[in-house]
């Protein structure tokens, strides 16, 4: 798993390699970051040789990376043109020593030009622009925030015209210019010509950790494909916990969470699992969530719906068992009494989809809460039906998973969506913290917290064909099942899910096309998924995973 880090994070981490007990040299580090780009570079496009290369070189230590960039690609056989966008005098002192190193190279195959306002000047960046087949973007890195100035602005502008052509691929190094390092905001445009706009970039190699904007729309579609490079940071830098952590899981991470069943295993090893959901009008959605625990590997699945709902699901799914629960087409407080009856039996609890909006929801889902022991995930109607129950919630939160998608979250944090998207890791942290609940905040990406540590997880599967009614219905499912496990925390429960469903999509993206799949042909792409985590698990480690509780 990597560590997803914000501005002032990233600036603690140089400033602890530079100094205390390690005492990297500056220089050193700009070296290894220019060097990162130009490898990653040249597996993107196939090598550097007879490529002309024009490389725009901001005042700050992104320009520096820039400088370096290009003493690399002249040993590479690459022509490089270099715009220096600063006064020599501004750039730091590696910085300096570096351009220096590059002025002495200049050349037929090195162009070093500083940057100037006039016509002529303009006229021909743009002609070396358009000749050119790559453009790297070193002139802004992290330092972004708010609009683009000049020159930068109309550089950007022209970088995406020639690359919107197919005349050119665009590297940026860090960063791409104009986006927001710290939420993924950018720049805004303010022309029908899009002028205004943040640069996308083909390819984006950052350094040290991943940037939370690298992740978040809208800055993820600027960033392209991306890479990551430790540029020779000491490892406990690179590893070290942070008090407002968030981290990128992996397949690795997922598949140690759930390692092979043992052979001599059997339905009742593997978690009896209630799902209480559905009504009449959405029998569906309850028959979905069952499913999703099923093919999530739940040991027994009972579907517990109202009365007047059971023969819509009865026999729909052989393998769920259905139960008909009271005599309306919908929950009352009453029934709550006759589930928990049952309830010493169940491994885990998933309410809420489908339920409606009765009137008599909210003490039904209280009471039922009250009288039993297991994980319980709350989502959709049951996550409404509880938006004023704060205080109840938060003294039951240690067994409870909440899964939200955005707007359900706004209702139950009182934030606006616009201020949840302007850092949606903090608004998920404060709402862990308020509500003492493990959080799974659906959207792109979805974000899990732990209500033990705080630490936020972020999910990198998944893709907008699963945008459709019924996906959240079978995660629930998925989640539920996953929570059963005895040796799982609810937050590595609640990870594993959302990884294992976005997955699946993924699968059937690849099967079926960018969208018009089911949310049932995604919970029946799961098994699939769970081969292939097998087929590459890794021997075992000896230190723990990040995930906790």
Known sequence: MKKVNQTAQMKAMDAAAMTGIY????????????????????????????????????????????????????????????????????????????????????????????????????????HRLFASQVVIDAMIGTGFHGELRQPVRNIVGKINEAAAMGRIKVIAVDMPSGVDADTGAVSVTDGADGAGGPLFADLTVTFGALKRGQLFYPGKTSVGELRFDPIGMPAPLLRQQETDGAYVLESADVAELLPPRQPDSHKGTHGTIAVVAGSNDMAGAALMTAQGAMRAGAGKIFLQVPAATAPYCIGRVPEVMVRGVGAGSSFAPGDADVLAAAAHGWSALAMGPGMGKDSGLTSFLKKLIEETSCPIVLDADALNALTEERGFIAAHGERIIMTPHLAEFGRLSGLSVATIKEDCIRAAKDFVKRWNVTLVLKGAPTIIVSRKTGNAYLNPTGNAGMACGGMGDVLTGMVAALAAHRDLGLTEAACAAVYLHGAAGDVCRQAYGPYGYSPLEVAAAIPRVLAELDEGRRLPVLRRPLIEG
Not at 55 to 75: M, P, S, T
Not at 83 to 110: F, I, K, M, N, T
Request: charged share 15%; hydrophobic share 45%.
């Open 23 to 126: 005492r990297m040299p500056p220089a050193v580090l700009m070296e290894n970051a220019g060097h990162a780009v130009v490898t990653a570079g040249a597996a993107y496009l196939d090598g550097w040789a007879n490529k002309d290369v024009i490389i725009f070189c901001g005042q700050g230590n992104n320009g520096g990376d820039g400088f370096v960039i290009a003493r690399h690609l002249l040993a590479a056989d690459a022509r490089v043109y270099v715009y220096v966008l600063g006064q020599a005098a501004a750039y730091s002192p590696e910085a300096q020593c570096h351009l220096h190193s590059l002025r002495q190279l200049a050349g037929a195959d090195c162009i070093v030009v500083d940057y100037g306002e006039s016509f002529e000047a303009w006229h021909l960046l743009c």
